[in-house]
């Protein structure tokens, strides 16, 4: 049975596209937190139906192991997929300003850069599957189409996918 861990800098989508997931069959809680969240001992369910598991880069103020959280999942009988998303720096950046992650535009973009170098010197050395979603794919039913069958999942085409980038474009 397959498990996604979908993961991506905050602001980036990685919350709309879990909650895609979740609302497409897989496992796991619409919104914010989900019932198998960090500590990792905390317990995973059977494999008995595909699962989301959502984690932000940086989680509580650290940045997640994933080879810690793919173990986990293997040795539980999953077979991992890394689930990167990734949204336009300025958004993202315009993004966690609003959400008062950072003070700074600068601050916000170099924590942008920061997450993602942290998640791909990570998927780099995992021997499980990943891809890698545009949070503006989102929006899109032939892409999320495309995006679905890189998951081997067919997605939620009802799913109500607003993108957000145009919020923050104030010029």
Not at 78 to 97: C, D, E, H, K
């Amino acid at each position: 049975m397959i498990a996604y861990v979908v993961v991506g800098a905050e602001s980036s989508g990685n919350r709309a596209l879990h909650n895609l997931l979740v609302e497409s069959g897989c496992l796991g809680h619409r919104g914010y937190k989900i019932p198998f969240n960090q500590p990792l001992d905390v317990e995973i369910p059977e494999p008995t139906q595909p699962i989301s598991w959502l984690r932000s880069f940086p989680h509580a103020g650290s940045y997640p192991d994933l080879k810690d959280m793919t173990d986990v999942l293997v040795e539980k009988g999953y077979q991992p997929m890394i689930v990167v998303i990734m949204r336009s720096m300025w958004a993202t950046a315009y993004s966690q300003l609003n959400r008062e992650f950072e003070q700074t535009y600068a601050g916000a973009v170099k924590r942008v850069e920061d997450a993602y170098r942290q998640i791909f010197s990570q998927v780099s050395v995992l021997p499980c599957p990943f891809i890698v979603v545009q949070y503006s794919e989102l929006s899109n039913l032939k892409s999320r189409r495309h995006i679905g069958e890189l998951l081997g999942l067919k997605l939620d085409e009802s799913f109500d996918f607003r993108n957000e980038d145009n919020k923050y474009d104030t010029r």
